[in-house]
């Protein structure tokens, strides 16, 4: 992801973007969202620290070891 799009800048103009024009791209918003999403499960894989999903109406937690990153890489 480019730096540009991190820090909220209209990467045409250089221009701070008002909050209703970040919202607009919900397409970016969705890959960025994945992206952080992939990033912290895959930090959870390396440091061996398990995470919390809901899974048929509760809580459950998955060991890093049965973590499996691939499953994120797809829209």
């Known amino acids: 992801m480019e730096w540009a799009t ?3 800048v209209d990467t045409m103009s250089g221009l701070a973007l008002t909050p209703a024009e970040r919202v607009k791209d919900s397409d970016a ?3 960025a969202i994945r992206a952080s999403i992939r990033e912290a499960v ?3 894989k390396l440091l061996g620290q398990p ?3 809901w899974r048929d109406d ?3 937690w998955i060991q890093p070891e049965d973590i499996e990153v691939s499953d994120l890489d797809g829209e």
Request: aromatic residues 0%; proline residues 0%.
């Open 6 to 8: 991190l820090r909220n």
């Open 29 to 31: 918003m969705l890959r």
């Open 42 to 44: 895959l930090r959870h």
């Open 51 to 53: 995470i919390a999903v």
């Open 58 to 60: 509760q809580v459950v």
